[in-house]
């Protein structure tokens, strides 16, 4: 297998990648992390990705009634780049699982994801007419179906991981336990909850943090906890990839404040500078850009030594994700 | 144990329950349904629904953040029949289970069911402004905390399975299966979907039970059926008790678009003659009054017939709930 993870990041993912990340400090006690340098990431992302898309669109077949699959389809078929069930499958392969025991929960978490976005985009939400360049849900099928759509992929993502997961029944009521703390009113819809309250008010710090692990991180989070769990990791590991997971997660919604500032609609895909509009909290708005490129930083470091005590190889995929998600352009 | 069916339904339960349930034809082979006269049918009802009421509010305490929790508990603990949750724990002490081992079942069809409604009044949906005599959860709380709080209550209804049914993990697992198809794409959402599409038109009457079957019949089926699979029913006794779930599920909603005709907003304590006024397809629209009746009644008869083999006494909090379902006022 070929490594080079800091050298190969695809343009499509990131070109700021081999430039930005800052090599985290060598220590006696570990290798570095920035020694897998050899992975092929770019090829690591292009073949999962597909094998998750097949996934996908085998779990969500076309059905009567046609309208709300259809819109279901639309949404989770729309080429999003994949992260959470990535970041599931990878830490699944990293603690000695194989893939296919982590798919069903892989694509479950694209499924929430989706759910997630279908929702968000609603009038009553964000208002937003496009996503990943296209109409959103609501925009193509009419607000009551995409909300209906929305209900159905939640629903669905639990039925797919208790039907399809081939883990021990005890691993699989974990796994559901995990994510549905991961999306409910102490999780993502929490997250969004203080969000919207904090709409045109200057919030603390440890608020904005608070809605951004919430918002974000925890599905990232729980991404890497259920792909740890059905591969039979120890509390010890799952604790770990936990705390992976939960600074990635914060760094991907620093980097998306910082990108919203910094980057145009037509790159982002979606209406940029929302953030800024309507006096939404964010880091760049609180503590500047420069600070808040610091704080991604070091969240991408210790993300990635928190993965040191694993084969080099085997956290290859969490290491270039962890890359990834730290030096996105989109 | 006092048992008296047929002449104790209270009055906040029904008026007609007595007068109007036709006895089922005794046969040879069967003792007829009507012998459990004796079960105090008002007392069962009163006394469970307090029991679900305990650990609904225990199941979701108020916790930051507090709008989407006062949000949830607003709508949750707004004094519904708590239908769902007492034909779970029915379902599962015929079939010998303890109770508490289908209490968590038992509040999660009860959060799925509230999930669906707080979906169902917004503006996007129904615009809904009274559920029970009160404001609807959008009017209260607002469109995006609704939305998010539906959206919570449905991931907590799985999360809480997970974690609070002290049943084998396979049943468990069993059970979330069974209850995420109930709510999804081909359940209650499908049945929505195709709810909405068929507005305005003239649909077959095999289109209008599909609607009611799955709007409907598949939550009280999933509820009846849950309660079957913690009490570690066979196969067979499960799919006696969801046939008789779809028929008491069809059998509501037929009485539902009875009401609707036949009662004031007062009585319903919502907004009655709905149906009509947006020239929804409904069993008395397509099949007058009267057919619709006796096509109730049937239903009511058929499912009383599937409980049989069960212990009289045991079965007597379904065979009331059923003719409560039937012979309901509001």
Chains 1, 2 share one sequence.
């Not at 699989?172 to 909850?193: C, M, T």
């Not at 953030?275 to 070091?298: F, H, M, N, V, W």
């Amino acid at each position: 297998m070929k490594m080079r993870v800091h050298s190969s990041c695809s343009a499509a993912f990131s070109a700021r990648c081999s430039r930005q990340v800052a090599p985290r400090a060598a220590s006696a006690q570990a290798p570095p992390a920035v020694q897998v340098d050899d992975f092929d990431f770019q090829k690591y992302v292009m073949a999962t990705a597909e094998k998750v898309n097949v996934a996908l669109d085998a779990a969500v077949p076309m059905a009567y009634p046609e309208t709300v699959h259809e819109s279901i389809r639309y949404s989770l078929l729309a080429g999003g780049k994949r992260v959470r069930p990535m970041l599931c499958l990878a830490s699944c392969d990293m603690l000695g699982g194989e893939e296919s025991v982590a798919m069903p929960s892989a694509c479950a978490m694209e499924m929430i994801h989706t759910m997630s976005l279908i929702h968000d985009d609603m009038p009553c939400m964000d208002n937003d007419s496009l996503r990943r360049g296209q109409p959103t849900n609501h925009v193509k099928y009419g607000d009551d179906i995409a909300l209906l759509a929305g209900d159905a992929l939640l629903a669905y993502s639990f039925e797919h991981i208790a039907r399809e997961t081939k883990a021990t029944p005890e691993q699989i009521v974990r796994v559901i336990a995990e994510v549905g703390r991961a999306v409910g009113s102490i999780g993502l819809v929490g997250g969004q909850v203080v969000d919207i309250k904090s709409e045109g008010k200057k919030v603390p710090l440890e608020t904005l943090e608070w809605i951004h692990v919430h918002k974000t991180a925890v599905l990232l989070e729980a991404s890497v906890v259920t792909g740890a769990i059905v591969a039979g990791a120890s509390d010890d590991d799952v604790e770990r990839v936990r705390q992976y997971g939960r600074n990635i997660g914060l760094c991907f919604q620093v980097v998306d404040d910082i990108l919203d500032v910094t980057q145009s609609s037509e790159t982002l895909g979606k209406t940029a500078g929302k953030d800024l509009d309507s006096e939404k909290s964010t880091y760049p708005a609180l503590l500047g850009l420069d600070e808040s490129r610091k704080i991604a930083q070091r969240l991408n470091e210790e993300a990635k030594a928190l993965l040191e005590p694993f084969d080099a190889e085997k956290r290859a995929p969490l290491v270039g994700l962890a890359d990834y998600i730290y030096s996105r352009t989109n």
